[in-house]
Every structure is written in structure tokens, then in C-alpha cells.
């Protein structure tokens, strides 16, 4: 079965700081990886998508992510964080198998912008 | 262009009543998700429609859950009866494709009281 860990529950950075949230999925074959944002009161929006071919995938908002295989991680990163970052951050995994149609999420990393 | 569409976007009602969460998935998508999000157990996936047909249920926590897509632009989820422990806020997703991204509505806001 597909799983997703976000070790960090709650993350803060100061504005203009670097950033980096964690993922680490299990999954048997190639897997199509996720990363999602949700804003208070509001639905989640696609970051960004990995299905295949070049490791590093860039999204929206300047947030970008890298597939490691060998460490079976999709950590997203942005290297100058905004006041308007401040979220709730998903990573999920989807099967590329039989059953493409599940998505599996994160139990998500909340983040905090100090001005 | 629209969304994903959902109504009402935020529910009060007490426990025992009947509760109808409604959503209109962007035109053109084939498949159509309910989602459930709680503090406890994050996003839990309650259903997957394909072509109007119910895929999946396996998540559907019990009996007083339904799911119905009558047509392409059209599905609701409804419980009844209604227990707090429904309480959660439940989102529509919809994705053209088993390749493609799934794209999420606001979510309704669910309180059983």
C-alpha cells in the first residue's frame, strides 16, 4: 500500500528565509508525486507534479521539488519565502498501476511566515 | 473559467438530520472524488466516480453515507443520519484523466451538533 510521511508538523521561518518541507512516500513502483497547498477556509492547489523525466520540477509561486529515488523522498523547497506562504502544505502520491486513480496524502506540514 | 464548484460551503445542522453536500465538477472531467478532511485522520479519500459510475466506495465510512452522479456535472453526498462525529470539512475534486492532476473544490464545512 502507498503512504506518505511529512515529518514536520508545524514548521516557522522568518521572511526571506529559505525553505524546505519534507516528504518521504513509500511506494512499490514509479510513483506520480504531488505537492499541494491549502490556505485557511480555502480548497488545496496544486504546487506542482512529478510523473516522470527531469528530477527537479518547478510549480507556481517560485516553489520547486526533487525526486530522489534512492532516498524515496519529494521534499519541495523555496529559496525566499513570502508572507502570502503561509499555509498548509501537502505531499501525496498516486499509483501509476491498475488503480491510478488514488491520491494518498500527507497528514500535511503547517507553515508559519514571522515578518 | 470555473472550478470546481461546491455547495453550501459551510453546514450546521443537528445530529440525526439529513445533510446534502453538493458539487459540479469542471466541465469536461470524467472523474469525480469526495474527499473528507479531519484533524485527526487528515484527507481520506470516500469515493471515486468514473463516468458517472462509483468506482470505489471502500471509503465510504458506513451505510448512512451515499454518493449519487446523476450526470457529468453533478453529484452529491449525503448523510443521514447526521452524528458530531461527521463533522469534518468534505471536498470535490474532479481530473479529466487517470494521467492528470486532480483539481479540488473550496470543501463545505460540515458541523453536527
Known amino acids: 500500500a502507498q503512504s506518505v510521511t511529512q515529518p514536520d508538523i508545524h514548521i516557522t521561518v522568518s521572511e526571506g528565509a529559505s525553505l524546505e518541507l519534507r516528504c518521504n512516500y513509500s511506494y512499490g513502483a514509479t510513483p506520480y508525486l504531488f505537492w499541494y497547498v491549502q490556505s485557511p477556509g480555502q480548497g488545496l492547489q496544486l504546487l506542482l507534479k512529478?510523473?516522470?523525466?527531469?528530477?527537479l520540477v518547478q510549480g507556481i509561486k517560485g516553489f520547486e521539488a526533487e525526486f530522489k529515488r534512492s532516498q524515496s523522498s519529494f521534499n519541495l523547497r523555496k529559496p525566499s519565502v513570502h508572507w502570502s506562504d503561509a499555509a498548509e502544505y501537502f505531499c501525496a502520491v498516486g499509483s501509476s498501476g491498475g488503480s491510478n486513480y488514488k491520491l494518498t496524502f500527507g497528514k500535511g506540514t503547517l507553515l508559519t511566515v514571522n515578518p | 473559467d470555473a472550478g470546481v464548484i461546491q455547495s453550501p460551503r459551510h453546514e450546521v445542522t443537528e445530529m440525526g438530520q439529513e445533510v446534502t453536500l453538493r458539487c459540479k465538477p469542471i466541465s469536461g472531467h470524467n472523474s469525480l472524488f469526495w474527499y473528507r478532511q479531519t484533524m485527526m485522520r487528515g484527507l481520506e479519500l470516500l469515493i471515486y466516480f468514473n463516468n458517472n459510475v462509483p468506482i470505489d466506495d471502500s471509503g465510504m465510512p458506513e451505510d448512512r453515507f451515499s454518493a449519487k452522479m446523476p450526470n457529468a456535472s453533478f453529484s452529491t453526498l449525503k448523510i443521514q443520519p447526521s452524528e458530531p462525529r461527521d463533522s469534518a470539512v468534505y471536498f470535490c475534486a474532479s481530473r479529466i484523466d487517470a494521467l492528470e492532476t486532480q483539481y479540488f473544490g473550496p470543501g463545505t464545512r460540515l458541523l453536527v451538533l
Open positions: 512529478y510523473f516522470s523525466g527531469d528530477t
